[in-house]
């Protein structure tokens, strides 16, 4: 069995070094990742520059581009054949409700979707590496689970997100929806050396929202949030009121 590795941390993540190694537990293994953290870049290509693919001497590829970018380049350009599996992460830091729309994490799993193979992005919700690098007899578990599956559901990608807790505290694992979150003064005004207004876009006040089963919730009670997300975001419930609009006045 074939895998491809890649995050949005950078190639020198230890999240990332963390899920390759759980992953050759089950397959051969190849690493494709940014030279560079590329988080929040969401489903961006880079169009406006050629990239370069460096060969590293652990044998992984570093390229000077977005998450997205690097799965790309793997299954069209620097593996020789498709993988089976695409895992993107660990991440370091949660990727749940309205995070999976600006996640490098989970685009670069959808990328893999959208190119044909199963997608899986792994986040995961604390700070400190210690705990998670705990968790790696528990990844081997669900690596081992996921790849067993013999038809992976098409147009769909597995969101997952560990909690911030020890695994030797893990509540369980559930599967879960997604939530929704608001940020409240999340830009930051300053000036910059010469007096000019820069701002800075982060941090903030977190309010979730979302009922039994979301993934928030799951992680604050401390289990493992699986999320399946599907690439179609069509509205059906909209389609007939949509189609009876007319420029007509």
Not at 41 to 48: E, I, P, Y
Not at 106 to 129: R, Y
Request: aromatic share 6%; proline share 7%; charged share 20%.
């Amino acid at each position: 069995m074939n895998i491809l590795v890649s995050n949005d941390d950078g190639i020198l993540a230890p999240g990332l070094a963390l899920l390759a190694d759980v992953c050759r537990e089950v397959g051969t293994v190849t690493v494709v990742a940014p030279d560079r953290e590329q988080s929040g870049t969401s489903h961006s290509l880079t169009l406006h520059r050629p990239l370069r693919p460096t060969r590293r001497p652990d044998g992984g590829w570093q390229i000077d581009g977005t998450p997205t970018d690097c799965v790309m380049l793997a299954l069209q350009a620097l593996m020789p054949e498709k993988p089976d599996f695409v895992f993107s992460g660990v991440n370091h830091g949660p990727n749940m409700g309205e995070d999976v729309l600006y996640s490098g994490t989970v685009a670069a799993a959808m990328e893999a979707v959208t190119l044909g193979v199963p997608g899986i992005g792994i986040s995961f919700a604390g700070s400190h590496p210690e705990t998670m690098a705990g968790y790696r007899d528990v990844l081997v578990s669900l690596v081992r689970r996921v790849v067993a599956v013999e038809r992976f559901p098409r147009d769909t990608l597995l969101n997952i997100n560990l909690p911030p807790v020890p695994a030797s505290e893990l509540q369980g694992i559930k599967v879960t929806k997604l939530g929704s979150r608001y940020f409240s003064e999340s830009l930051t005004r300053m000036k910059d050396p010469w007096g000019r207004e820069i701002i800075w876009i982060g941090g903030g006040t977190i309010t979730w929202t979302g009922g039994e089963n979301s993934d928030h919730l799951a992680v604050a009670e401390g289990c493992i949030s699986v999320t399946p997300l599907h690439m179609d975001l069509t509205n059906y419930g909209l389609l007939e009121a949509v189609r009876g609009w007319s420029l007509e006045e």
